[in-house]
């Protein structure tokens, strides 16, 4: 039987089965919605398993994903919270419509059509007024709708991509990577009230990504007014620069294929070669388990071991491929032990990259020959915060680039730190008007002296000739005393999402989200960060 005839017969089933899983029955003609939610998709894109039984299904591995929880999140629904608080009544709305843009994708999407604005604090998934459009995040068809259309230009940045209408006929396009049978697109077209997949080139390409990871916030004042702009997120201007952007794409990272030719569908499906994983595996597994922990609370859709397991992997992606880490053979020169440490990025773009709120950092000990500690620097405290670090002791302050490290309160730490209008330091993103210090290590390829503005390195690791696209080498010069041979130097590089400062800055707001998540994180602690690659060498 051919499968035109296979999708004729079936038709009535897939729809059945779309609203099985709790979206309405579709209606003739096809129309209506811009959108669809996840659970239109789930029926058809779970329940695969390989050769080997692993399951590879789509709909599992995107509802873990930061994608699928962007709206759940709950670090971000406590940093609206206060950005509302910062800046002014008469700018809230502004505000929650700006950070809805990327976080609830269907809702402001579709209200942007009418000049409306997206409501984010009165529309959260926990609250009464939460539904499924607001709640799913970025979804399927949010990305497999997007049209080449000004991808890759400034016009498409800042969630600015666009989405085709309806055909005449109320069909709307959703796009692939592969070209499809018509009686399979007839089959969705059924399942879905309307939606019909095809070929689309951009689905595989950086730049459908840099549409929403291309951010550029507005600067405010106190009473909100806007007074500049800030480029908060600018990773894949970050892979342009290195030499990555002929080698590896965004997908070909976070989205692991699948290692056969498999359907990409468990019904009618054909065999795919290339098939990929959803599971945007990237760098916040500190949401992961926050998701997972207080899974009803956040009323999350995944399960919580599902999550759990999600973290897991994240963290064993960042320990295999986010950097390496070498120590040159340690020398003893008047009564000084000297050690070089060098840090290489493996990804392409910044370590870290994306929210400011990331951080990396070296822990260095040095034990004598009863192991005894003789020196430490970047100790991770029980809280999250490390020790020695002048930002997370003081909110004004932040700890400098060093080229040599001489006492146990200076500490390596390659991130952002954010100055407002005034070069003062904030954790408010939208009080943020340039970078006071950036050290973030870059990717291979990327040099610094001819970076543009939005992605320059600054501080002192610009000048810094040790700070280069082939990594960055510190020296450690320890003053021994009494210590007696041989040595041990352990380095560590240790990784953070959400910084001890970026959590701890939302404690004086009184509103239910800033309470709740550094509820969450104090309950996290030392759990909040993770050991990427560790290196050590002995004196003879």
Not at 4 to 10: D, E, R, S, Y
Not at 74 to 80: I, R
Not at 201 to 218: D, G, K, N
């Amino acid at each position: 039987m051919k499968p035109i005839t296979h999708a004729f017969m079936l038709a009535g089933a897939f729809a059945w089965m779309g609203n099985s899983a709790g979206g309405a029955a579709p209606k003739a003609p096809f129309g209506g919605a811009e959108f669809q939610t996840s659970d239109r998709c789930v029926a058809c894109h779970n329940g695969m398993l390989d050769s080997k039984g692993n399951d590879y299904s789509i709909g599992l591995d995107w509802e873990t994903s930061l994608m699928a929880n962007s709206s759940r999140d709950p670090y971000w629904q406590a940093s609206v919270r206060r950005e509302t608080m910062d800046h002014g009544t008469a700018a809230a709305a502004a505000i929650e419509d700006e950070c809805s843009t990327c976080h609830m994708p269907i809702p402001h999407y579709k209200l942007k059509q009418t000049g409306q604005l997206t409501s984010v604090l009165a529309n959260l998934p926990s609250t009464p007024h939460g539904d499924k459009e607001h709640a799913d995040g970025v979804s399927c068809s949010v990305c497999h709708q997007i049209t080449p259309e000004k991808l890759g230009t400034a016009e498409s940045f800042n969630g600015n991509f666009v989405v085709n209408g309806a055909a005449a006929n109320g069909v709307r396009t959703e796009y692939g990577p592969y070209d499809i049978d018509a009686g399979l697109q007839q089959v969705m077209r059924s399942s879905t009230a309307g939606f019909e997949p095809q070929h689309g080139a951009q689905i595989q390409t950086p730049e459908l990504c840099a549409s929403c990871h291309t951010l550029i916030t507005e600067a405010r004042d106190a009473q909100g007014n806007v007074v500049g702009a800030f480029p908060e997120q600018m990773i894949y201007q970050e892979w342009q620069h290195s030499e990555f952007r002929t080698q590896r794409t965004c997908q070909s990272c976070h989205m692991p294929s699948v290692e056969e030719v498999i359907a990409v569908t468990r019904i009618l499906g054909s065999p795919r070669a290339d098939a990929k994983r959803h599971q945007f595996v990237g760098a916040n597994f500190v949401m992961q388990k926050i998701l997972a922990r207080y899974h009803d609370e956040l009323n999350v859709s995944a399960e919580p071991q599902a999550l759990y397991g999600a973290a897991e992997r994240t963290m064993r992606y960042l320990q295999n491929e986010a950097a390496a880490l070498s120590l040159a053979p340690p020398a003893i020169r008047d009564g000084r032990l000297e050690e070089a440490v060098t840090v290489e990025n493996l990804g392409g773009h910044k370590l870290p990259t994306a929210y400011p709120s990331r951080r990396v950092w070296l822990h260095l000990v040095v034990r004598d020959k009863d192991r005894r500690t003789v020196f430490e620097s970047g100790a991770l405290n029980a809280d999250g915060s490390i020790v020695g670090n002048d930002n997370d002791a003081d909110p004004s302050k932040y700890e400098m680039h060093y080229r040599e490290i001489r006492r146990p309160d200076q500490v390596q730490i390659y991130e952002s730190i954010l100055g407002d209008v005034k070069g003062q330091v904030t954790t408010g993103l939208l009080f943020a008007a340039s970078y006071l210090k950036d050290n973030r290590i870059l990717p291979r390829g990327f040099d610094k002296s001819t970076a543009a503005p939005d992605i320059a390195v600054r501080g002192d690791a610009l000048a810094d000739p040790n700070f280069t696209d082939r990594g960055h080498t510190v020296k450690y010069s320890v003053e021994l005393g009494q210590a007696a041979a041989p040595f041990e130097v352990e380095a560590e590089l240790w990784y953070q999402p959400i910084g001890y400062r970026w959590a701890n800055n939302l404690k004086p707001y009184d509103a239910e989200e800033p309470r709740r998540f550094t509820g969450y994180f104090d309950a996290t602690g030392a759990g909040s960060a993770v050991l990427l690659v560790k290196a050590s060498r002995s004196t003879p």
